[in-house]
């Protein structure tokens, strides 16, 4: 398989959110705004990066028992540069993403690409699939906060998009909003993909 290959994969044939369903905690969380949603997406993007490359680059040096808890150990370095950085230069996002930063530790997808893949693969294979995995991640949250904010708000990333005469939804600042707006985005997203399937058996 090519590094193409292992960036794209992230990027739709294996999206994170939308194929694997993985990392939905933040996914459900901190989608109240598309702000938020990119904030906590390049926060991950910058973990699993860096943590794909140090296990990439280690593997071979850690014992098959400690595997897992070796993974962590650098996974929460990571995390908790991104944690004592994003107060300093960001803070109202760092309060409004609040205790979902330290929790990127517990985020499967990056323990899961970390384990299945990055422990296992060349370093540049780790990058590319890195890279897909959480430009992927990002583009999902920015995509699920974007419509919650339009909906909710009538703004995305704070511009205001829709006239003062639409009636905003307040569910979509709200739990509930998360769901059904994920819920949408998913039967989207099959249908595409099976007519795409379809379309390749009726020309095969």
Not at 98 to 122: G, Y
Not at 151 to 162: A, R, T
Not at 186 to 202: D, G
């Amino acid at each position: 398989m090519s590094l193409l290959n292992d960036f794209k994969n992230g990027l739709w044939n294996e999206h994170p959110i939308f194929r694997l369903l993985l990392g939905m905690c933040p996914l459900l969380a901190v989608t109240t705004t598309a702000e938020y949603g990119l904030a906590m997406g390049l926060a991950t993007l910058f973990v699993i990066i860096c943590a794909e490359i140090v296990i990439s680059l280690v593997r071979n040096l850690i014992p098959k028992k400690v595997r897992i808890p070796s993974f962590i150990i650098i996974i929460a370095t990571f995390v908790t540069i991104v944690d004592y950085t994003m107060p300093a230069f960001f803070p109202e996002i760092a309060d409004a993403l609040s205790i979902f930063i330290p929790l990127i530790v517990t985020n499967c997808l990056i323990l899961a690409r970390v384990e299945a893949f990055a422990s296992r693969v060349s370093l540049k294979r780790a990058i590319a699939d890195a890279l897909g995995m959480g430009i992927g991640f990002t583009w999902g949250l920015v995509l699920l906060a974007g419509v919650r904010e339009l909906l909710g708000d009538g703004s995305v990333f704070g511009v205001q998009i829709l006239g003062e005469g639409f009636p905003t939804w307040g569910i979509m600042g709200l739990p509930p909003g998360a769901y059904i707006t994920l819920g949408i985005i998913l039967a989207v997203i099959n249908q595409i993909i099976r007519m795409r399937h379809k379309k390749t058996r009726e020309v095969s």
